[in-house]
């Protein structure tokens, strides 16, 4: 019988080929002139994914790094997150879910919620104003800070050893990584603040590794795809992030094993 993560791990990859396609051809017909990637995109896609396959999260400190260096305008920073990452995270997800255990329905079912969350809700952003993004933005990225500090100061639980959720715990984990999901269209990460809810809920952090980077690989070509057909990303930015992003990824996962978070 087939390992019902081979299963998984297939349907990323055609996810992903026709996440590639759609971008292809949607830049194809636009007739945009493909401008190469400068040593500042490339620079921030390597350094914020290496760190992102350690757990850190990429999109606040791109965002930020974006925001210093006026490369990106606000209002194309969302989608420019979500498509220029999109090829490293699912390379991370490639290597995470068949190196770290976790109970298979919880990691589809984790990974479903937070793909219709996503695609929901970049529907929603990709066509709002830049004041409207900003205030989003900033809204979610306080609440994900209040959480991560109280984590941080052992004000809330950080974790248990379980490796799959039922029952109320599982239900709690589906709506939270729906909503995840959805802040995902605002350039909200999802890494950080689905490590502290897999922890709320008595699960090993190690889980978090597969469930989050799936989720991430899963809903980002989703997402990404209503932003690319709507235009609303910086095409030169998202192919450094997608460029040197890759090789960043491979690095940290294969040479550089842990990093005290």
Known sequence: MTDPKVLLLFALVIVTIVYVTVWVTTVRRSGVKVT??????????????????LG?????????LFRAWKIVPDEKIPGTLNVGHTLPTVAQALIYIVIVEVEFFTLASLIVASVL??????????RWPRRRIQLGMGMALL????IFAMTNLEML???????????????????????????????????APCLIMIGLLGMNPKAAFPIMMGSCAFLM??????????????????LGLAIAGIPAVLLAAFIVRSLNL
């Open 157 to 191: 639980p950080g974790g248990g050893t379980a490796l799959s959720l039922t029952g109320p715990r599982l239900l709690i984990g589906l709506a939270g990584n729906f909503m995840l999901g959805a802040l995902m269209t605002l350039g909200i990460g999802l890494y």
């Open 117 to 126: 969350g996503a695609w929901l809700g970049a529907g929603v952003v990709s």
């Open 56 to 64: 850190i999260g990429s999109f606040a400190p791109t965002t930020a």
């Open 36 to 53: 190469p990637p400068g040593a500042r995109e490339s620079g921030i896609g390597f350094v914020t994914d290496f760190f992102d396959t």
């Open 143 to 146: 609440v994900a800070a209040a």
């Open 221 to 238: 070509p989703t997402a990404s795809i209503r932003f690319i057909k709507a235009g609303s990303y910086d095409l030169k930015a998202a």
